[in-house]
């Protein structure tokens, strides 16, 4: 069974940071799978916010979040971080941990076939 679960949002004030955490089944992070995380707003689809090609370490932003977020991972633990600095009012929303075995698309939400339950983010 393939679990994705995350923690470590919160609400922060304008201009905070927040460290977000997805642990995952051992085998999400072979070389095979890209790590995604995804934000949403009620009423709004799904948007792409970074990832992380397992097999090179490539990394990849959505240009709201680029020089602000960063998107890591360590083996050892099984996890995926999102990092996320100078926070907006803007960032606030359910965020998603998401695996992918195709590294096509990367914020096309319906190529990824795992995610986890989300966790919340309010920045004010």
């Known amino acids: 069974h393939v679990q994705l679960v995350e923690s470590g949002g919160g609400s922060v004030q304008a201009g905070g940071s927040l460290r977000l955490s997805c642990t995952t089944s051992?085998?999400?992070?072979?070389?095979?799978?890209?790590m995604g995380w995804f934000r949403q707003t009620p009423g709004k689809d799904r948007e792409g916010v970074a990832v992380l090609y397992a097999a090179t370490g490539i990394t990849d932003y959505d240009t709201s979040v680029k020089g602000r977020f960063t998107i890591s991972q360590d083996n050892a633990e099984n996890s995926v971080y999102l990092l996320m600095n100078s926070l907006k009012p803007e960032d606030t929303a359910m965020y998603y941990c998401?695996?992918?075995?195709?590294?096509?698309?990367?914020?096309?939400?319906?190529?990824?076939?795992?995610w986890g339950q989300g966790t919340q983010v309010t920045v004010s």
């Open positions: 051992r085998y999400i992070t072979s070389d095979t799978f890209c």
């Open positions: 998401a695996a992918s075995a195709s590294c096509g698309s990367w914020t096309d939400a319906s190529r990824y076939k795992y």
